[in-house]
């Protein structure tokens, strides 16, 4: 199985940077996703790594490295509505279930 | 282009009982997976159906069943419910492209048992 960390909580002012960082250990490894999950909603699709290095989308980018079993998520000029929690879920190697962390609650102040 | 669909949105269910839950895949999608998410928790992978087959199964009693039928949809089913099962049972779909297989999350349904 996979274990999989990341920080229970984080908090930032509007218009700032988050990083949300998560760990993994795995036997296999066949990539990593990012979701978002507001209160009460399915999560949605944020990004996707498989190899190594920065994956930029708009505000949003994820990093990735396989050697060291690390990812980030960076969230950058915070928006209210990105008070959310964040799920990383890796995939190992001819697997097909994600494994998911317990999530990351990003509290976005005024 | 609809996404993934689930019904109902919400169950009360006492003790014992069975429930049936639903999911229609994103169009063009052939591959479902459930999974249960307790509050507080990331989601735990149930298990995932692709032609109509379970392809792998995650760490659940068999009181947990499924079905995927020609169209794609798909249904979980529990039997003899316990209050444990009080979660948020969400379904994803997804299209295998060349191992880059990304996974959709339908609504969910939030299942209360008493």
């Known amino acids: 199985g996979q274990n999989i960390d990341q920080p229970t909580e984080m908090t930032a002012t509007e218009g700032a940077i988050v990083q949300i960082n998560c760990t993994y250990q795995?036997?296999?490894?066949?990539?990593l996703f990012w979701y978002q999950q507001h209160a009460g909603e399915a999560p949605t699709f944020l990004s996707y790594?498989?190899?190594?290095g920065l994956e930029e989308k708009g505000r949003f980018s994820s990093f990735l490295s396989r050697s060291k079993g690390y990812s980030y998520l960076l969230l950058k000029e915070l928006q209210m509505k990105d008070s959310a929690s964040y799920l990383c879920?890796?995939?190992?190697?001819?697997?097909?279930?994600?494994?998911f962390g317990a999530g990351t609650t990003v509290t976005v102040r005024a | 282009d609809a996404g993934v669909t689930q019904s109902p949105t919400h169950l009360i269910k006492t003790r014992g009982q069975q429930v049936t839950l639903r999911c229609s895949p994103k169009?063009?999608?052939?591959?479902v997976s459930w999974y249960q998410q307790a509050l507080g928790q990331g989601p735990q992978f149930i298990f995932q159906y692709y032609e109509e087959e379970e392809r792998q199964r995650g760490n659940f009693p068999d009181r947990f069943s499924g079905h995927q039928f020609p169209n794609y949809s798909s249904e979980l089913n529990v039997n003899a419910l316990l209050l444990g099962d009080s979660a948020l049972y969400l379904c994803?779909?997804?299209?295998?492209?060349?191992?880059?297989?990304?996974?959709?999350f339908g609504p969910g349904t939030r299942l209360l048992v008493l």
């Open positions: 790594n498989v190899l190594d």
């Open positions: 169009s063009g999608h052939d591959t």
């Open positions: 795995t036997s296999g490894f066949n990539g």
């Open positions: 994803a779909s997804s299209l295998r492209l060349g191992g880059k297989e990304t996974q959709y």
């Open positions: 879920a890796v995939r190992d190697q001819d697997d097909y279930k994600l494994s």
